[in-house]
């Protein structure tokens, strides 16, 4: 049998298409759900119209996202038990707590919640019906470190102990699993690029229809919060990815050399910005180098030793017996690359845009001639900042939409890429994890069903998106800017349209 379509191989990849794809709507659902609640927030306080017709654009959008999120996200589990059997029956102890703890508590107490902000809008008070969104913000922060928690164990094992009789793993101490250091640093990345996710969502949208001019108040609101997000979350997702490449170095060293495709190990290590070659034998025909930069990002020292690819295999080999240790190098070294690139660039779009949203500001409050749009539009001409900067700075706005998603995905599979031959790292190896009845045949259907069918929900999905965002924000009614001032209320007239469906 051909290798590259062994039953293994084709059950990996079936796992990776399906997890990329949910995952370009869990960071977008964290982030939107606390953006919408923010939006919502500022109309409680201020009974500013901009506000609630931004909240309720925002919310839409953000609706939308979850609702796809968790039909894609309910096939993950059928394939714990369709291709990973093996798996499943060996950690399933251990795996299972976090991931029945996310359903029973994160997952309910979202739902529950979001069902109310939906359909409350004319039947709960203004301060209730704003509680209802900020809960289903927490309860998708809960939902994702419950996930991440669980994930975090495939990368770092702790809290169980192995029964040989029963050849499984068991639960020893869940508290250990919940707050170890990799579970820590993994939910402050992964939080923090799903804010630098949403922000540049918020900010190629509000980008669209500002370069057309259009929904001004709202999209100009919008706008800076999405900016300021990116740029806050941009420099929290750096931090913390610095705290987690010291956590991985520690517990995982041959994912750290990998993502650097440092062969033998060098004292100092330096860092490759760029390299030209066969990564997969050693990059060293043109690489663009920083002296001692991976030495001080896996130890905090500029002239600290790493050990390389065949240091860490040895070792390994030594430890787990014989075998080759090695990952598919040259997925760490330019995974690891393009989503470092694509998240700082929007990083650095949301900076640049910050300030000259600024100086913007600045001339609009010194030109102020009447309304709060006719100075905007006098500014989006005035030649002080060059006739086609905005133009420029608006194309490249929307583009960064897509940058943080294509950096968490390649994230990702860095992250699980990294960690092969290993399912569980230094406890249980992939070939030793899968469905050992499926056959070449029922894994390769299964991968293209899913496969088909989630491409179709991408074209509903990208319809969807589009036709809510080319609509902008709602004209709002009197039931809006009046909202009811005690439960239940007004129920005069039951034939009237739900306040908030479509």
């Known amino acids: ?69 968790v039909v894609t996200g309910i096939v993950q589990e059928f394939q714990f038990g369709m291709n990973w059997s093996d798996y499943s029956r060996f950690v399933g102890d251990i795996f299972g707590a976090p991931l029945a703890f996310e359903a029973l508590i994160a997952f309910f107490f979202e739902s529950t919640f979001i069902g109310l902000w939906i359909f409350g809008w004319d039947k709960l008070p203004q301060k209730i019906h704003l509680a209802c969104i900020w809960m289903v913000s927490i309860g998708t922060v809960l939902s994702a470190y419950f996930i991440l928690a669980a994930n975090s164990w495939m990368q770092h094992p702790v809290g169980y102990r192995i029964d040989k009789a029963k050849g499984r793993a068991e639960l020893t101490d869940f508290w250990a699993v919940l707050t ?44 800076r919060l999405g900016l300021i997000t990116v740029v806050i979350a941009g420099l929290l997702t750096s931090v913390s990815g610095d705290v987690l490449g010291k956590v991985m170095f520690k517990q995982q060293p041959m994912k750290m050399a990998a993502a650097e495709a440092l062969w033998d190990g060098r004292q100092p290590a330096p860092f490759s910005i760029f390299a030209y070659g066969d990564v997969d034998k050693g990059h060293n025909t043109v690489a663009v180098e920083i002296p001692g930069l991976l030495s001080f990002l896996a130890d905090d020292n500029f002239t600290s030793y790493v050990p390389g690819i065949n240091d860490v295999n040895r070792a390994e080999q030594q430890k787990f017996g014989p075998g080759d240790y090695r990952p598919n190098i040259p997925v760490a070294f330019w995974g690891f690359r393009w989503m470092i690139g694509f998240g700082m660039a929007s990083f650095a779009i949301g900076l640049a845009g910050l300030w000259l949203t600024r100086k913007k ?17 006098v500014v989006f001409r005035n030649k002080t ?29 860095f992250t699980e890429m990294g960690r092969q031959p290993w399912a569980v790292y230094g406890v249980l190896q992939t070939r030793d994890a899968v469905s050992p009845g499926v056959s070449q045949g029922e894994v390769l259907l299964s991968m293209t069903v899913f496969t088909a069918l989630y491409a179709i929900l ?45």
């Open 1 to 69: 049998m051909d290798l590259a379509l062994a039953p293994e191989t084709l059950a990996r990849w079936q796992f990776g298409i399906t997890t990329v794809y949910h995952f370009l709507f869990v960071p977008l659902t964290i982030s939107l759900a606390a953006l919408t609640a923010g939006l919502q927030t500022a109309w409680v306080r201020t009974e500013k119209e901009k506000y609630l017709r931004a909240t309720k654009f925002w919310g839409k959008l953000f609706l939308i996202n979850i609702a796809m999120g």
């Open 180 to 223: 170890q250091n990799t579970a820590l640093s993994q939910a402050f990345h992964t939080l923090s690029a799903a804010f630098l996710t949403g922000g540049a969502f918020m900010v190629g949208i509000s980008a669209y229809h500002l370069a057309r001019k259009k929904h001004i108040r709202e999209m100009k609101t919008s706008l």
């Open 458 to 502: 991408a074209v509903v999905e990208v319809k969807l998106l589009a036709k809510y965002v080319k609509a902008g924000p709602p004209e709002l009614t009197e039931a809006d800017l009046n909202p009811p001032t005690k439960i239940g209320g007004d129920t005069r007239d039951a034939d009237k349209p739900m306040a908030f469906s479509y």
């Open 385 to 413: 900042l060059g006739p086609k900067l905005t133009p420029w700075y608006w194309r490249i706005a929307v583009w960064t939409l897509a940058f943080p998603l294509i950096a968490n995905s390649w994230g990702w599979i």
């Open 361 to 377: 500001f600045m001339l609009a409050q010194h030109l102020r001639v009447g309304d709060d749009e006719v100075p905007h539009l």
